[in-house]
């Protein structure tokens, strides 16, 4: 019993802990939409389940709709060459000044948070994309390549938002799709 309770206790304190350790994720003050579309390059992200098929050479581009959502096209270079591309919506959160969109893509009943938290203000050459739970997280460019000095400037700014620099990888751009 005194087994459990120490568990139990460990596990509740390491809860505690986790939620205490980093605050909520604060997303850019607004986005201009009409600026921000167009084609983005994937230059970096945290692997996830959705793009395993992508090898390299990812895009999106962005497109505003006159009902006020955005529509997504996402493209991939696939390892047997081919290109693979997926249609969906962004939704813009109530509130949140066009800082944080809903996407859904095509055939899909889930929705995931597309949050932007770090812009390149002046000139939109550059996005950091994450969402609430820092499990997603995407660098952005509107060129296939970023300097040096610019991409080390975004990941440290993901790693002081709470994200890790360690599970950041590199897209590979081997074309201009």
């Given at each position: 019993?005194?087994?459990?309770?120490?568990?139990?206790?460990?596990?509740?304190?390491?809860?505690?802990?986790?939620?205490?350790?980093?605050?909520?994720?604060?997303?850019?003050p607004?986005?201009?939409?009409?600026?921000?579309?167009?084609?983005?390059?994937?230059?970096?992200?945290?692997?996830?389940?959705?793009q395993?098929?992508?090898?390299?050479?990812?895009s999106?581009?962005?497109?505003?709709?006159?009902?006020?959502?955005?529509?997504?096209?996402?493209?991939?270079?696939?390892?047997?060459?081919?290109?693979?591309?997926?249609?969906?919506?962004?939704?813009?959160?109530?509130?949140?000044?066009?800082?944080?969109?809903?996407?859904?893509?095509?055939?899909?009943?889930?929705?995931?948070?597309?949050?932007?938290?770090?812009?390149?203000?002046?000139?939109?050459?550059?996005?950091?994309?994450?969402?609430?739970?820092?499990?997603?997280?995407?660098?952005?460019?509107?060129?296939?390549?970023?300097?040096?000095?610019?991409?080390?400037?975004?990941?440290?700014?993901?790693?002081?938002?709470?994200?890790?620099?360690?599970?950041?990888?590199?897209?590979?751009?081997?074309?201009?799709?």
């Amino acid at each position: 019993m005194k087994a459990g309770f120490c568990l139990s206790a460990m596990l509740i304190t390491l809860a505690l802990a986790g939620c205490a350790s980093r605050p909520p994720l604060a997303t850019v003050p607004n986005v201009d939409l009409q600026r921000y579309a167009g084609r983005w390059f994937e230059i970096a992200k945290y692997p996830n389940w959705f793009q395993a098929g992508c090898v390299g050479d990812i895009s999106a581009e962005y497109t505003p709709q006159l009902d006020g959502r955005v529509e997504v096209v996402n493209r991939c270079r696939q390892k047997n060459g081919t290109f693979r591309e997926v249609r969906g919506y962004a939704t813009i959160v109530p509130g949140s000044h066009d800082s944080r969109l809903r996407v859904r893509f095509a055939g899909s009943p889930l929705a995931g948070d597309y949050w932007i938290i770090g812009l390149d203000e002046k000139n939109y050459t550059w996005a950091l994309v994450g969402d609430p739970s820092r499990q997603f997280l995407w660098i952005l460019g509107r060129k296939p390549q970023m300097s040096a000095g610019a991409y080390s400037r975004i990941v440290a700014l993901a790693v002081k938002l709470g994200y890790s620099a360690e599970r950041i990888r590199a897209t590979a751009h081997t074309s201009n799709p």
